[in-house]
């Protein structure tokens, strides 16, 4: 419980790869995360996609290949695989985080602002290529 989703390779001896943000090492073509070791999972946004739209936030994937099966491009297969499975309500209560809306710059469009982090009082800015 509260593990957060978990893709588990039983094909690299068990390696888990947390679906974290801070995890994601590729977006290109597909969303791929990996370990601290670099062990990567890829095309996993759609099965993260049927997971967010069902409301499972814990979950183990076991996996025997560094990609999710990409079905017919969408997050439907998933979500009727994952109903039919059926989900199983946890007895520990969700924790919630609560964040502000990143903020956009004005002095560059291809950067933002993320929440202020309370802990550290820091603001990440974040970049991306201007399309």
Same mark, same amino acid.
């Given at each position: 419980?509260?593990?957060? +989703?978990?893709f588990h ?7 888990? +790869? ?26 996993v946004e ?15 994937v076991d ?6 099966? +990409? ?10 695989? +994952? ?49």
């Amino acid at each position: 419980e509260n593990t957060g +989703i978990v893709f588990h390779r039983i094909d690299m001896g068990g390696a888990l +790869i947390p679906a974290r943000v801070e995890n994601v090492v590729d977006t290109r073509l597909c969303s791929t995360i990996a370990n601290a070791d670099g062990v990567r999972v890829s095309t996993v946004e759609h099965l993260l996609a049927a997971f967010a739209g069902l409301g499972v936030d814990n979950a183990y994937v076991d996996l025997d290949s560094p990609e999710v099966p +990409i079905m017919d491009g969408s997050a439907a297969p998933f979500v009727f695989l +994952i109903q039919c499975a059926g989900i199983v309500e946890q007895r520990v209560p969700k924790k919630w985080r609560r964040k502000k809306s990143a903020k956009k710059r004005e002095d560059s469009p291809e950067r933002a602002k993320g929440p202020l982090d309370q802990k550290n009082r820091r603001q990440k800015e974040y970049k991306w290529a201007a399309g």
